[in-house]
T-cell receptor, first 109, second 115 residues
Framework: QKEVEQNSGPLSVPEGAIASLNCTYS??????FFWYRQYSGKSPELIMS????GDKEDGRFTAQLNKASQYVSLLIRDSQPSDSATYLC?????????FGKGNQVVVIP | KAGVTQTPRYLIKTRGQQVTLSCSPI?????VSWYQQTPGQGLQFLFE???????NKGNFPGRFSGRQFSNSRSEMNVSTLELGDSALYLC??????????????FGQGTRLTVV
C-alpha cells in the first residue's frame, strides 16, 4: 500500500465551479499534511498546510483533514483558468515528505 | 527574502559520468531535503539533512549521495549515471522538517538528462 494515494484521474471543471481533490494516507502517526500546486515544467509550490482535524481556509482554498478516516482533501472555490495545474498531496513525518502521484486539474473557461 | 536556489538548472550528461547538484536554502532554514521527480514515479524522497547530519534516506542506490555544509547549503552527487537517472531533481528547504511537520519550499529544480 502506497503511503499517500491520489486516485482520481484528471479533473475538468468549468470556470467558477468548485474543484474537489481527495487524498488518503496510511501512516496514522503523521501530524502534518500539505497541498502543493505544480504547473507544467515548474517546481511544486506550497498552497496549504494542515495539522489538525477540521477545515482550514485560505482565500479560495479550503483544506480538510480527517485523521480518523485518514484522508485529506482540497477544495478550490470559484475555479479560475490559472488554477489549471497538477495538485500534489503530501504527508510529513520522519524528516521527509511523502507525496501522492498528483491530480491534474483543468479549468475550462 | 530570497527563495531556494538550485544550480545548475539544466544538465546533460553521458552514461557513466557523475554529477553534482547544488542547493542553497532560504536564509535561516536548516533542513534541506532532496527529491527525484519522474513522470512514472512522481516525487520520490532521496535524503534529508539538518545541521550537516543526514537524518533520513530514501530507497535509492548508493550511487546517490549528499552532504550539507555548515551554512546549510547542500549538494547531491550521482555517480555512474544511468539513463534512468534522467529526472527533475528538486531541493526543498524548511526550518526543521521534524515529525511535527513544518512547511517546505522547493527550488526551481535541476533537469538532468542522461544520454
Amino acid at each position: 500500500q502506497k503511503e499517500v494515494e491520489q486516485n482520481s484521474g484528471p479533473l475538468s471543471v468549468p470556470e467558477g465551479a468548485i474543484a474537489s481533490l481527495n487524498c488518503t494516507y496510511s501512516d496514522r502517526g503523521s501530524q502534518s499534511f500539505f497541498w502543493y500546486r505544480q504547473y507544467s515544467g515548474k517546481s511544486p509550490e506550497l498552497i496549504m498546510s494542515i495539522y489538525s482535524n477540521g477545515d482550514k481556509e485560505d482565500g479560495r482554498f479550503t483544506a480538510q483533514l480527517n485523521k480518523a478516516s485518514q484522508y485529506v482533501s482540497l477544495l478550490i472555490r470559484d475555479s479560475q483558468p490559472s488554477d489549471s495545474a497538477t495538485y500534489l498531496c503530501a504527508q510529513g513525518g520522519n524528516n521527509r515528505l511523502a507525496f501522492g502521484k498528483g491530480n491534474q486539474v483543468v479549468v475550462i473557461p | 527574502k530570497a527563495g531556494v536556489t538550485q544550480t545548475p538548472r539544466y544538465l546533460i550528461k553521458t552514461r557513466g559520468q557523475q554529477v553534482t547538484l547544488s542547493c542553497s536554502p532560504i536564509s535561516g532554514h536548516r533542513s534541506v531535503s532532496w527529491y527525484q521527480q519522474t513522470p512514472g514515479q512522481g516525487l520520490q524522497f532521496l535524503f534529508e539533512y539538518f545541521s550537516e547530519t543526514q537524518r533520513n534516506k530514501g530507497n535509492f542506490p548508493g550511487r546517490f549521495s549528499g552532504r550539507q555544509f555548515s551554512n546549510s547549503r547542500s549538494e547531491m552527487n550521482v555517480s555512474t549515471l544511468e539513463l534512468g537517472d534522467s529526472a527533475l531533481y528538486l531541493c526543498a528547504s524548511s526550518l526543521a522538517l521534524t515529525d511535527l511537520g513544518t512547511e517546505a519550499f522547493f527550488g526551481q529544480g535541476t533537469r538532468l538528462t542522461v544520454v
